[in-house]
């Protein structure tokens, strides 16, 4: 089977000799017969609800996407062999440019402990394959929609409260999602005037393409996550999915709004509680080598400025002081963006302005769309103060 370099389109630059030799192999993929790696549309005739002895019925079916090793049968296989052929199948998906997806049966939390995951994930890595460092993967994890209630409007109920939480405490899940709103799990956002049945309706009238897909008919998609390849990582995302559907199936709708992180965290094991520590860790110094980044860019910009006004006007000087907070770029990189809550007036209305030049420089209607809310939003938010005036 021909071979060839796995590209990240997060990349500027396209090696066209590479881009072409990956469609031949995405066109050879189409006219091939596969055993072992489905179609894109293919679901079983019968699944599989796999769980420990006395165990709730709360079933997490997991899709995970890998790339960069190849579509390949023997490889699809290999999945097959290690997990189990009752437990897992694999089928193509569109978004991947050389690889598949890995689809579990239904299983309970505790069922997926006891799969051979760690070995897959060895494997699947010799093999070449990548997920959370190439920028096709997700890892999205559906929920048996009638754990949330007997009938369908305690599960609208308690999934309106999971899309509540999720946006209430939205930077906290991209921590560990690894991610955050992108073109394949698109936030929907809960403005001040809104409650958790228009969140719910937001989440149901669009398309699946949102942090959380209420288009199954039997399942709740969550699709926040970046694949992973590491088995700390795909655990404890998975124990998190468990205990938010516990905690909004458990907790009332006139509560839900006073829950805080805090009370999540004591709901969670130690080592995913020690997991998002550790993101926030990596999340700061990301900030901060961006920071350093920002400030070495403007640096090296003035310093061309400077000696080029130098070569045109050798009678002047013109300097930058890096160490004191008047300097123009520490400005720009010190300062923190200013909470939403914090806005005045003005800030909210310069804010609607910004988002309607995206706007009007989108070509994407979706994001358009979701501009159009931040924008709602804003004006929500002048319309609070200006009643409180």
Known sequence: MPTMECINPMNIGVDWGTLARSCSVNIQNQNKIFKYIADYNYIPNKFNFLRVDNEEE????????????????????????????????????????????????????????????????????????KSHDIGTCGMHVHINRDYF???????????????????????????????????????????????????????????????????HKDTVEIRIFKGT??????????????????????????????????????????????????????????KKEQKIDNTNFYQNYYSSFQSSRMHIFPQHTFEVNWDTPDSPIQRETNNEPVLFENMNIEQLKKKIKEIENLVRRSRNPMEQTNLRREIQKYANRIGVLRRRA
């Not at 440019?97 to 997926?112: A, D, K, L, M, R």
């Not at 990582?233 to 907790?251: G, P, R, S, W, Y």
């Not at 829950?259 to 094991?269: G, K, R, Y």
């Open 149 to 215: 209630g007997k009938d369908k409007l305690s599960q609208d109920l308690n999934i309106g409260k999971l899309l509540y939480l999720f946006e209430k405490f939205w930077d906290k899940i991209v921590l560990i999602a690894r991610r955050g709103s992108n073109q394949y799990a698109q936030r929907f956002y809960l403005n001040d005037n809104e409650t958790i049945f228009d969140m719910y309706a937001k989440s149901k009238n669009s398309n699946k393409y949102g942090v959380i897909n209420l288009q």
């Open 58 to 129: 709360l079933f997490l079916g997991v899709e995970l996407e890998i790339d960069c090793g190849g579509t390949s049968d023997d490889n699809a296989k290999k999945v097959v062999d290690i997990l189990g052929k009752d437990k897992v199948y694999c089928k193509r998906d569109g978004s991947l440019q050389n690889g598949f997806e890995i689809v579990s049966h239904p299983c309970t939390y505790e069922y997926h402990k006891t799969m051979p995951y760690e070995l897959l994930f060895e494997e699947l890595t010799k093999l070449g394959y």
């Open 229 to 286: 390849l590491n088995y700390r990582t795909f655990m404890v995302t998975l124990e998190f999915v468990k205990t938010m559907a516990q905690i909004v199936k458990n907790i009332d709708i006139y509560d839900i709004q006073y829950i805080t992180w805090d009370s999540i965290l004591n709901q969670l094991s130690s080592e995913l509680v020690l997991y998002i520590e550790e993101r926030e860790i990596i999340k700061k110094e990301e």
